[in-house]
């Protein structure tokens, strides 16, 4: 039995040698050309989609950034010249201050302005600093005084000439001070 399979196999691989090769080879390789063909532009079809992905990943990705370094550039110019308004209402402000610690606003409509600036100030976060026995800081503080004192061990405000103004992290003026040193002794 083993004869009769080997002998019809080999049979069928002669058959199949001798059958000519041209009519039943050309019209098996027309289809394939075509597969070929559509294979190559489907390939070259989705290069092309996802070059045109990636070109739109980057597109996106651009204007993201874009509209957060316009946001950020809009912010900072909005604090400088909310800053530079503020600026120049300090003058007025000290003037308030000092008016209001010598008693000259008790009893006087000027106590109701003091007060109508100083919340305008704090709508937009404006905080004055520089107050007298604080640590002498130079990123904060103007020295225009130094005095040796024998009570003290580090730099010290000893006097405040005009007080500082932070607007957020921002020092829109430092405060002037009068700083007491460690006398050597």
Partial sequence: MAEDFDAQNSAAETAAEAAPE????????APLDELDQELADLNAAISKEA?????LQRLQAEFVNYKNRVERDRDLARNA???????????????????????????????????????????????????????????????????PNP?????????????????????????KVAVFIPAEG
């Fill in 81 to 147: 010249a909310i800053a530079e308004v503020l600026r120049a209402f300090l003058p007025a402000l000290d003037d308030l201050t000092r008016a209001e610690a010598h008693g000259d606003l008790e009893g006087s409509p000027f106590a109701a302005v003091a007060t109508k600036i100083r919340a305008a100030g704090d709508k937009f976060g404006l905080k004055a600093f520089g107050e007298k026995g604080e640590k002498f800081n130079p990123e904060l503080h103007d020295a225009l005084v130094q005095l």
């Fill in 22 to 29: 041209s009519q039943d080879s050309g019209a098996a390789q």
């Fill in 151 to 175: 009570e003290v061990t580090e730099n010290t405000v000893g006097d405040v000439i005009e007080q500082g103004f932070t607007l957020g992290d921002r020092v829109i003026r430092p405060a």
């Fill in 51 to 55: 070059e045109l992905l990636g070109d």
